[in-house]
Nanobody, 123 residues
Framework: VQLQASGGGLVQAGGSLRLSCAAS????????MGWFRQAPGKEREFVAT????????TYADSVKGRFTISKDNAKNTVYLQMNSLKPEDTAVYYC?????????????????WGQGTLVTVSS
């Protein structure tokens, strides 16, 4: 599986961005797709996940109600719509894929990663 993340940029606090993660290489019917982020000097942290087959989602408490993860099976693409952005959302955002639906919040359980896209939120 190859993942290509895009859509990052500079936005003012309160603004919105939509990240995309295009997947290729094999079928994804059993995969869980996740978004993670890593701020400077901090560990990579879970943001949200979605399952390819059923579309079930999970979110970190810090982004609930502001971020929405979705997928387009026809395009093999996962999105992260980010609204009401805050300066503390500033980070490199990574998409990732895993075959198992357990421990979806743990980065080390993911099988492959995209290259990351930088999101900067100014105050």
């Amino acid at each position: 599986v190859q993942l290509q993340a895009s859509g990052g940029g500079l936005v003012q606090a309160g603004g919105s961005l939509r990240l995309s993660c295009a997947a290729s290489g094999r079928t994804f019917g059993s995969y869980v797709m996740g978004w993670f982020r890593q701020a400077p000097g901090k560990e990579r942290e879970f943001v949200a996940t979605v399952t390819w087959s059923g579309g079930s989602t999970t979110y970190a408490d810090s982004v609930k109600g502001r971020f929405t993860i979705s997928k387009d099976n026809a395009k093999n693409t996962v999105y992260l719509q980010m609204n009401s952005l805050k300066p503390e959302d500033t980070a490199v955002y990574y998409c990732a894929a895993k075959y198992s639906a357990i421990e979806v919040k743990r980065p080390l359980t993911y099988d492959c990663w995209g290259q990351g896209t930088l999101v900067t939120v100014s105050s």
